[in-house]
Nanobody
Framework: VQLQASGGGSVQAGGSLTLSCSAS????????MGWFRQAPGKEREFVAS????????YYADSVKGRFAISRDNAKNTAYLQMNRLKPEDTAVYYC??????????????WGRGTQVTVSS
């Protein structure tokens, strides 16, 4: 599965952004999808994931209540709606395809990331 993340940018704290992840293959519909991020000098961390059907999702504690993951299988696209952004959300965001939405160790097929910068 080839993935391409987009929608990043620079916003002030408290603002919102929506990231998109487009897939190039029809098999997108059979994969769980996830978002991860990597800040400078830090390891990549899990952000959110969603089951292949879109019926179940899972969030890191740091973004719970602020971010929302969704998907449109007809468009082979996953989304990450980010609200009430904080400076600590600054990172390169990556989307990935996985087997189990609630086990981020099963995610791979990393796409090119998109930069999100939140200023205070």
């Amino acid at each position: 599965v080839q993935l391409q993340a987009s929608g990043g940018g620079s916003v002030q704290a408290g603002g919102s952004l929506t990231l998109s992840c487009s897939a190039s293959e029809r098999t997108f519909r059979s994969h769980a999808m996830g978002w991860f991020r990597q800040a400078p000098g830090k390891e990549r961390e899990f952000v959110a994931s969603i089951s292949w059907s879109g019926g179940s999702s899972y969030y890191a504690d740091s973004v719970k209540g602020r971010f929302a993951i969704s998907r449109d299988n007809a468009k082979n696209t996953a989304y990450l709606q980010m609200n009430r952004l904080k400076p600590e959300d600054t990172a390169v965001y990556y989307c990935a395809a996985g087997i189990y939405y609630n086990d981020h160790e099963t995610f791979g097929s990393w796409g090119r990331g998109t930069q999100v910068t939140v200023s205070s």
